[in-house]
Nanobody, 120 residues
C-alpha cells in the first residue's frame, strides 16, 4: 500500500487549499487520517475519517475550518483547508489505519508529506 499526497502550496492567510491523498490500492478497508508537523514541533493529529465516511474527528485547532472527506471509488481522501492561518504552516501527512485513531501508532501506512506554507 502506498500513499501519495498532493496539493502543496504557498498561500496567504485567509486563503483556501485542498490536499488530496491517493492510495494505490483499495482504501475501503482503511480509516484515513491527516497529520501535520510544523517546524521544530512533533507531528500532530489534524483529522480522521472512518472507512465508510460515517465517523469524522478533527483537532480543535482546525475544527470549523478544515473538512476531511473521501471518495472510495477513487481511493482518495481529501483535506479541504479554509481560512488558513500562519500557524497551519506544516508538512501534512496522510496515513491509513485499520483502527480509527487520533494518534499515530496504529497507522500502518504513511505518505511522504506535502508542504503547506501560510504567509501572514
Amino acid at each position: 500500500v502506498q500513499l501519495q499526497a498532493f496539493g502543496r502550496g504557498l498561500v496567504q492567510a485567509g486563503a483556501s487549499l485542498r490536499l488530496a491523498c491517493a492510495v494505490t490500492t483499495s482504501s475501503v478497508s482503511y480509516n484515513m487520517g491527516w497529520f501535520r508537523q510544523a517546524p521544530g514541533k512533533e507531528r500532530e493529529f489534524v483529522a480522521v475519517i472512518s472507512w465508510s465516511g460515517g465517523l469524522i474527528y478533527y483537532a480543535d485547532s482546525v475544527k470549523g475550518r478544515f473538512t476531511i472527506s473521501r471518495d472510495n471509488a477513487k481511493n482518495t481522501v481529501y483535506l479541504q483547508m479554509n481560512r488558513l492561518e500562519p500557524e497551519d504552516t506544516a508538512v501534512y501527512y496522510c496515513g491509513a489505519s485499520r483502527v480509527l485513531s487520533l494518534t499515530e501508532p496504529p497507522y500502518d501506512y504513511w505518505g511522504h508529506g506535502t508542504l503547506v506554507t501560510v504567509s501572514s
